[in-house]
C-alpha cells in the first residue's frame, strides 16, 4: 500500500503506552498499534525503498527488518517498562539494520525527526572516522559544507571535551572537534502536522539526498584499510 501519512491516533497512542506499561494493555490496544503506526510506518519504509532505488541512492529497507521492535530489552537496564513510547525505522545499504550509514526516522510524541549517518559506531569504526577527517581535512570540510547548504550539520551531542588519543596536536578548529565526536551524525526535526500527510515520504526522501554526502564520506572512510 501506499504510504498515506500516520493518523490522528498515532502519538496519543505512544502517550497513553507511557502511563500504562503493561502487557494487559497493550494487549489490549495493539490493535491501534497495528493500525496506526506499524502499518503506515511499514508503507513508509517500502515506498521510500522505492523511490530511493529510482533515484539511484543506495539506500534500502523492507516491512519486515527495518523497524525497531517495541519491545524493550530491559536485562541491563534499571527501566524495567516493557514498552518503547517511540519508533522508528532504520534503511541502509544492505537493508539491515546493523549494516553502518544509516537512514532513519524517529517518531514519538516528544519529537519527530529524520536522522542520518554512523551512530555510536563501534571503536574501531570510530577511529576510522576521525581518522579520515584528520587525514584528508578537504573531503571532510567539503562534506560539511555540502550539508551546510541544505540545511543540515554534524551533532555534536556527547562530543568529547578533549582531544582523544593520538588527534591531541591538530590545529584546524573544525577537524579538531571532528575528531572529538563519538557519532556522526545530522539531523532534521520534523513538524507534528507533517507525519499525518503523504507529503512525510516526500521529506524523508529529500532528506536522504541532503544527507547522501554524510553518509558517503562515512562509507569511504570505513572502507579504508589504512
Known amino acids: 500500500m501506499s504510504f498515506e501519512g500516520f493518523g490522528p491516533q498515532a502519538l496519543p497512542f505512544f502517550k497513553a503506552l507511557a502511563f500504562h506499561q503493561t502487557r494487559k494493555w497493550f494487549e489490549e490496544n495493539r490493535g491501534t498499534y497495528e493500525t496506526a503506526v506499524k502499518a503506515p510506518m511499514c508503507d513508509l519504509v517500502e515506498e521510500t525503498s522505492a523511490r530511493l532505488a529510482r533515484a539511484k541512492i543506495?539506500?534500502?529497507?523492507?516491512?519486515?527488518?527495518?523497524?525497531?521492535?517495541?519491545?524493550r530489552d530491559v536485562r541491563f537496564s534499571k527501566n524495567k517498562d516493557p514498552y518503547k513510547t517511540n519508533a522508528?525505522?532504520?534503511?541502509?545499504?544492505?537493508?539491515?539494520?546493523?549494516?553502518?550509514?544509516?537512514?532513519?526516522?524517529?517518531?514519538?510524541?516528544?519529537?519527530?525527526?529524520?536522522?542520518?549517518?554512523?551512530?555510536?559506531?563501534?571503536?574501531?569504526?570510530?577511529?576510522?572516522?576521525?581518522?579520515a577527517a584528520a587525514r584528508t581535512p578537504k573531503a571532510f570540510k567539503q562534506m560539511t559544507a555540502k550539508l551546510a547548504v541544505a540545511?543540515?550539520?554534524?551533532?555534536?551531542?556527547?562530543?568529547?571535551?578533549?582531544?582523544?588519543?593520538?588527534?591531541?596536536?591538530?590545529?584546524?578548529?573544525?577537524?579538531?572537534?571532528?575528531?572529538?565526536?563519538?557519532?556522526?551524525?545530522?539531523?532534521?526535526?520534523?513538524?507534528?502536522?507533517?507525519?499525518?500527510?503523504?507529503?512525510?515520504?516526500?521529506?524523508?526522501?529529500?532528506?536522504?539526498?541532503?544527507?547522501?554526502?554524510?553518509?558517503?564520506?562515512?562509507?569511504?572512510?570505513?572502507?579504508?584499510?589504512?
Open 58 to 71: 543506495p539506500i534500502k529497507g523492507d516491512r519486515k527488518s527495518s523497524l525497531f521492535r517495541i519491545h
Open 88 to 131: 522508528g525505522v532504520a534503511l541502509t545499504r544492505s537493508g539491515s539494520k546493523n549494516d553502518p550509514g544509516v537512514l532513519y526516522f524517529h517518531l514519538s510524541p516528544e519529537e519527530c525527526f529524520f536522522a542520518a549517518g554512523f551512530h555510536l559506531p563501534d571503536p574501531l569504526e570510530l577511529a576510522k572516522l576521525r581518522t
Open 151 to 226: 540545511g543540515l550539520k554534524l551533532s555534536a551531542e556527547d562530543a568529547l571535551k578533549r582531544a582523544p588519543r593520538g588527534f591531541e596536536n591538530i590545529d584546524d578548529p573544525e577537524i579538531a572537534a571532528a575528531t572529538r565526536l563519538k557519532t556522526f551524525i545530522c539531523l532534521r526535526p520534523v513538524a507534528a502536522a507533517e507525519i499525518r500527510t503523504p507529503a512525510l515520504i516526500d521529506g524523508f526522501c529529500a532528506f536522504a539526498g541532503d544527507a547522501l554526502p554524510l553518509l558517503e564520506w562515512g562509507w569511504d572512510a570505513l572502507s579504508d584499510s589504512r
